[in-house]
Each structure stands twice: as structure tokens, then as C-alpha cells.
């Protein structure tokens, strides 16, 4: 089969069928080459529907998650977008592709330099990696209309939840296996927030969250 087979086909049953029928996103993942964003030992399930191990315990998402979430959030060209958890890059090339500029961050430095590289091959000007822990916040980048966790997280923190502008929104992956969902924040007020679960799924944890204590009295 052919890479361009194996797209099409990655698009068209597994992604389509998960209800992204927005025709931006489905010409969006038609044109970035996610294989280009694989590491090389794990090429071959560029396609696939799983989760794709990157080293140091973090991992691209599934494809049609990563399609979903564009979906829901909308972004538009004259928005700025936070990344928690870089990974390959993948995302943030998406969403550069639909934003005005991404700040991308990743708490691995060979994952950071990793994805910097796949950016660059991939002629993507409007999106930096940074190396670091995105989690307390990053108030000298901020505010963001978007922000996107790019793994699952226990809760959302507070921190990250006050870089988002008002009428801006955060989607995650939050809850414990084997329940977990996808949520948009949307910052409605200067304290005033509105939680809406889009969907159901489960992901691999991003590093450097605090997970719940698991002491009972």
C-alpha cells in the first residue's frame, strides 16, 4: 500500500467515522505529512490508530484525537496558541497551519530538539518549541486564546487556566483510567469558567502533572 493509500484510508476510516466532518481539518491532515513527524522505528504505524511511542514515556496521540481536537477548538488565523507537550511536533504543525503563531512547549530536551528539526523540515515559520515545564503557567508568553494539552492530565491547573485570555479556550484529556474525557475550558470571565466534555477517550499521561494522592484516612 502506499503512504498516499494509507493516509487516505487513515482519514477516511478511522477519522470521518469519529465524527470530524469539518472539511478544513480533514484537508489539513491530507496535507501535513504525520509520517515526516514519526520516529523512524515506529514509521511504519505512521497510520495507525494508537498512540505512537516517542521515548521518555511521552507519545503522539491517535490520529483521529488529534483531528477532534482541532475540530472542537476552531482555531483561527488571528489566534496565539499554547501547546503543552510538544512531542514530534505534529500538532504544533497543525495548528500553525490554522493559527496566527504556536508556542509550543516540552519538558524532554531531545523530544524539544527532535521536534524543532521535523518543524523545520516541514517549512513551519510560525511555531517555536520551547524547552521547559509548561504546567506552573508560562506568563512571559501569555495570554493565549488557545491552549491545548497534548496528553492526559489528572486536572487542569489553575495556572495554566489564567494564560488563556478571556473568551479563549483550553481542551485536555482529564480524569483517571479507565475513565477519561475530553474537555474545552472556555474562560467566559475574568474568574468565571465554563467546562463542556466533548468526548470520551483515554491517553497517555503528559509529564510533569501532578497526579491525585492516593493516601486514604
Known amino acids: 500500500m502506499s503512504i498516499e493509500q494509507a493516509r487516505f484510508n487513515m482519514i477516511e476510516q478511522q477519522i470521518r467515522p469519529w465524527d470530524v466532518l469539518d472539511q478544513g481539518v480533514l484537508s489539513l491532515l491530507a496535507v501535513v505529512k504525520r509520517e515526516d513527524f514519526v520516529p523512524a522505528e515506529h514509521r511504519a504505524k505512521a497510520f495507525f490508530d494508537t498512540e505512537i511511542p ?80 509548561a504546567s506552573k503557567g508560562l506568563p512571559t508568553q501569555g495570554p493565549f486564546d488557545v491552549i491545548v494539552l497534548s496528553g492526559s492530565v489528572a486536572s487542569v491547573p489553575k495556572a495554566l487556566l489564567a494564560e488563556l485570555k478571556v473568551g479563549g479556550r483550553l481542551i485536555a484529556i482529564v480524569g483517571q483510567e479507565p475513565v477519561m474525557r475530553a474537555t474545552i475550558v472556555t474562560r467566559v470571565g475574568e474568574q468565571e469558567f465554563r467546562n463542556v466534555e466533548v468526548f470520551d477517550t483515554v491517553a497517555p499521561r503528559l509529564s510533569g502533572f501532578d497526579e491525585p494522592s492516593r493516601f486514604t484516612f
Not at 503522539?60 to 489566534?79: S, T
Open 54 to 133: 516517542l521515548g521518555h514515556g511521552q507519545f503522539m496521540l491517535a490520529p483521529r484525537v488529534e483531528a477532534r481536537f482541532l475540530q472542537e477548538l476552531d482555531v483561527r488565523k488571528h489566534e496565539r496558541v499554547l501547546e503543552v507537550g510538544t512531542g514530534s511536533g505534529y500538532m504544533a504543525a497543525l495548528l500553525a497551519h490554522k493559527a496566527r503563531e504556536v508556542v509550543s512547549v516540552e519538558l524532554q530536551p531531545e523530544l524539544a530538539k527532535a521536534a524543532i528539526a521535523n518543524l523545520r523540515r516541514a517549512s513551519i515559520t510560525n511555531a517555536v518549541v520551547l524547552e521547559g515545564d
